[in-house]
């Protein structure tokens, strides 16, 4: 049988898309959704994000330092 290369950060990020892509229907079919479910999306939203910036090269999120003259 073939090894399979196991990518973690690709992991990470497919999961996570998975879990946005399920709140987001949560959002779009629900009628009666609690303040605690919006507070709970929000954080599932939250944690989404964060996942996809600890993943990202940090040197695509650099701020451009501005040279004093």
């Keep these: 049988m073939e090894e399979m290369d196991f990518n973690p950060q ?4 497919g999961n996570a ?10 959002l779009d079919t629900a009628q009666n959704l609690s303040s605690q479910d919006l507070v709970n999306l929000s954080q599932v ?11 990202e090269p940090q040197e695509e999120f ?8």
């Design 10 to 13: 690709e992991f990470l990020l």
């Design 17 to 26: 898309f998975k879990v946005a892509l399920k709140a987001q229907e949560q």
């Design 45 to 55: 939203f939250k944690n989404v994000m964060e996942t996809l910036v600890y993943t």
């Design 62 to 69: 650099e701020e451009p330092v501005e040279e004093d003259f």
